[in-house]
Nanobody, 124 residues
């Protein structure tokens, strides 16, 4: 069993930055990939970014490339999502998730553990 707790959400103006953190417990954190997903009001949950077990491989959805950076600190059992140049369309609840393998993917079905989410609101 894995417990995931997100933090760092909030309200920010367009063009601003936020950093989300996700603290993991309950399993060897360094053995599995992690991902960030988001769900805007009235929309389906979508993939944002993923990072492999070592941090050596990352990928992003097209709309956040060059603005968001996913990273992890295995010593602290924490994964981060640095979000810069935020836009109103980035407004959503952001979820971190733990994959069942070391590399992960953009497919939500490959993630077996989910946090409760953190609200990010970007005002125009």
């Amino acid at each position: 069993q894995v417990q995931l707790v997100e933090s760092g959400g909030g309200l920010v103006q367009a063009g601003g930055s936020l950093r989300l953190s996700c603290a993991a417990s309950g399993r060897t954190f360094s053995s599995y990939a992690m991902g960030w997903f988001r769900q805007a009001p009235g929309e389906e949950r979508e993939f944002v970014a993923r990072i492999s077990w070592s941090g050596g491989s990352t990928s992003y959805t097209y709309s956040v490339k060059g603005r968001f950076t996913i990273s992890r600190d295995n010593a602290k059992n924490t994964v981060y999502l640095q979000m810069n140049s935020l836009k109103p369309e980035d407004t959503a609840v952001y979820y971190c998730a733990a994959a069942d393998d070391a590399y992960g993917s953009s497919w939500q079905g490959g993630y077996y553990y989910w946090g409760k989410g953190a609200q990010v609101t970007v005002s125009s």
